[in-house]
């Protein structure tokens, strides 16, 4: 009962964020955003029973019906608002935080040098923009916004905008 109170209260978040959404029947039917996190939780569900091959497949089944990938290991918290979705990619060790929105082309990803921690933590109330790559085992702190394209490969403290390629703090006021 409580995995559906909180799928409710992510369609909720959703249709609040989305100026577009009509009411959340649009959310629920019609949003992939939406729809990959039902898949997520149920192969999260069942990577932590150590199911790992029917956990992976659920994942898979997601990535199909929604062009978004989230390895059923990675950690997602509450109302994450995934916009557009097409083509993000979360990997296995990669944590979200509560309130985040991710918007389409993002990756959670790996840089091939690590061996357990390989992929990013996100603070709560973080936004990634279309196309950015966060990379490695850093932290994104709370309250954080990452301009569109950018490449994060280094820690990014509370309150912070970065942009760019490699990513670095902008001055806002």
Same mark, same amino acid.
């Given at each position: 009962m409580q995995v559906? =109170?909180?799928?409710?209260? @992510? *369609? =909720?978040?959703i249709q609040e964020k @989305?100026? *577009?959404?009509?009411?959340i029947l649009y959310v629920i039917f019609l949003? $992939?955003?939406f729809h990959i996190l039902v898949f997520h939780r149920i192969a999260?569900?069942?990577y932590k029973h150590k199911v790992f091959f029917i956990a992976r497949l659920i994942s898979q089944l997601g990535r199909f019906f929604t062009g978004i990938e989230i390895h059923p290991g990675? =950690?997602?918290?509450r109302r994450l608002f995934i916009d557009h979705g097409m083509g993000i990619v979360i990997g296995e060790t990669a944590t979200i935080g509560n309130d985040c929105t991710i918007y389409h082309g993002v990756t959670l990803g790996g840089t091939g040098k690590d061996k357990y921690k390989r992929h990013p933590d996100l603070g709560n109330n973080v936004m990634v923009g279309c196309g950015a790559k966060i990379l490695g085992p850093i932290k994104i702190g709370n309250n954080v916004k990452i301009g !569109?394209? !950018?490449?994060v490969i280094k820690k990014v403290e509370d309150n912070k905008?970065?942009?760019g390629i490699p !990513? $670095?703090?902008i001055v806002t006021g």
């Amino acid at each position: 009962m409580q995995v559906l =109170k909180e799928l409710y209260e @992510d *369609a =909720k978040n959703i249709q609040e964020k @989305d100026p *577009a959404c009509r009411n959340i029947l649009y959310v629920i039917f019609l949003y $992939q955003g939406f729809h990959i996190l039902v898949f997520h939780r149920i192969a999260h569900f069942l990577y932590k029973h150590k199911v790992f091959f029917i956990a992976r497949l659920i994942s898979q089944l997601g990535r199909f019906f929604t062009g978004i990938e989230i390895h059923p290991g990675a =950690k997602i918290g509450r109302r994450l608002f995934i916009d557009h979705g097409m083509g993000i990619v979360i990997g296995e060790t990669a944590t979200i935080g509560n309130d985040c929105t991710i918007y389409h082309g993002v990756t959670l990803g790996g840089t091939g040098k690590d061996k357990y921690k390989r992929h990013p933590d996100l603070g709560n109330n973080v936004m990634v923009g279309c196309g950015a790559k966060i990379l490695g085992p850093i932290k994104i702190g709370n309250n954080v916004k990452i301009g !569109a394209n !950018a490449v994060v490969i280094k820690k990014v403290e509370d309150n912070k905008t970065v942009i760019g390629i490699p !990513a $670095q703090n902008i001055v806002t006021g």
